[in-house]
Every structure is written in C-alpha cells, then in structure tokens.
T-cell receptor, first 115, second 112 residues
Framework: GENVEQHPSTLSVQEGDSAVIKCTYSDSASNYFPWYKQELGKRPQLIIDIRSNVGEKKDQRIAVTLNKTAKHFSLHITETQPEDSAVYFCAARGAGGTSYGKLTFGQGTILTVHP | NAGVTQTPKFQVLKTGQSMTLQCAQDMNHEYMSWYRQDPGMGLRLIHYSVGAGITDQGEVPNGYNVSRSTTEDFPLRLLSAAPSQTSVYFC???????????FGEGSRLTVL
C-alpha cells in the first residue's frame, strides 16, 4: 500500500518568515495530494490540494508543489502569522490496486510561529 | 447543514467492553471512512465504505467492525476494547472523485 513520509516533525519560525514542509510518497499511481491543518483540539481541515496533472498551485500565502518524478510534494507558507501555528498533515490518494481511493496521511508537522 | 456528526465526543471503557462510535453525514456523500489519530503517527485509516452495503479494510482494521446500511450512517464497533485502542477517532466523508474529505469533530476514547 501507499506510504507517506513527512518532514520535519516540528518546525519553529519567526512571524513573517517562510515555512516549508516536505512529503514523499511511495505509490507512483497516486493522483491527488491534499494538505490539512489541525488546530489544537479541532478536526483536520483542508487548506490546499493538488492533482497529479499540475506541478504547482497557490492560494494567497499558501502554495503546494508536486514533483511526480521524484514522488515528493511540499507545502510553502509565506509571511507566517501566529494563527498559522497548528499541526499540518500531507496526504496522498491511491489510484490503483488496493490503494484505490484511500487517503494515506503523513505523520504531521507541528508548526509554531513566534510573534 | 450539520456536515459530519460523531458521537460520543468522549468515552472511557474498561478492557473487554464493547461500544459503538456513531457517525452520520447529511451531505449525501458516497465515501465514508474512520481514522484513528495517535501522537506522532498521523491519521491512520481503519475502515472505509464507498457506498451503502460496501465496506473494506484500511491500514489498521484489527479489533474494529463497520457496516453501512444507509448512505448517511457509518458506525464503528469495538467488540472487545483493549488499551491499545486508546486514541482519538475521526469519521470523514467525501463525494466520489477528487472531493474534499470532511472530518467530524472527533471522539476521544480511553480504554483502561
């Protein structure tokens, strides 16, 4: 089945700096890669996603890049703010075999933005 | 629009007891799933369903049963609770295709 590795596990930045979180996946057939943000005690919520036919997607201060050849994708947050502090999860959705339709998550990154 | 509703939010069980976590969605989503969240391990898929009457195993299915008799409901049953099942459980649903996965608020289960 699919395996998703996420790094780093913790990330601490100063307000205004950029933050980058990286993920790799194992199933080359995976075709959808969402990112979720989870605030303390809350449910995960989608912040941005990208499909396998797109290399980059941007939404205001958040961007995601995908390198299908290397099987890795990254989340970029610019001009970080204290309210960006949360746990971020990457995920990959399988497109074939026993992984079809299943969303596999990375281990999560705890992002702390210091004022 | 309630979205995905899970009950109970908190539960304490003794080893060997059984219980059912309830999940309901009002978005007419075909796909429903259960995840467990443990520190440092992300969200791991327990069971999922692509429609009424169809269920399948995820990454960590042992000790859990599910059924999908209606489109709206997807209960998760623990037949004989073990301390290793202490976790936060999330139900989630989406439409078919590339639809966003919507999560419930979570259920925190402690097994003593």
């Amino acid at each position: 089945g699919e395996n998703v590795e996420q790094h780093p596990s913790t990330l601490s930045v100063q307000e205004g700096d950029s933050a980058v979180i990286k993920c790799t996946y194992s199933d080359s057939a995976s075709n959808y890669f969402p990112w979720y943000k989870q605030e303390l005690g809350k449910r995960p919520q989608l912040i941005i996603d990208i499909r396998s036919n797109v290399g980059e997607k941007k939404d205001q201060r958040i961007a995601v890049t995908l390198n299908k050849t290397a099987k890795h994708f990254s989340l970029h947050i610019t001009e970080t703010q204290p309210e960006d502090s949360a746990v971020y999860f990457c995920a990959a959705r399988g497109a074939g075999g026993t992984s079809y339709g299943k969303l596999t998550f990375g281990q999560g990154t705890i992002l702390t933005v210091h004022p | 629009n309630a979205g995905v509703t899970q009950t109970p939010k908190f539960q304490v069980l003794k080893t060997g007891q059984s219980m059912t976590l309830q999940c309901a969605q009002d978005m007419n989503h075909e796909y429903m799933s259960w995840y467990r969240q443990d520190p440092g391990m992300g969200l791991r898929l327990i069971h999922y369903s692509v429609g009424a009457g169809i269920t399948d195993q995820g990454e960590v299915p042992n000790g859990y049963n599910v059924s999908r008799s209606t489109t709206e409901d997807f209960p998760l049953r623990l037949l004989s609770a073990a301390p290793s099942q202490t976790s936060v459980y999330f139900c989630a649903s989406r439409t078919s295709g590339f639809g966003e996965l919507f999560f419930g608020e979570g259920s925190r289960l402690t097994v003593l």
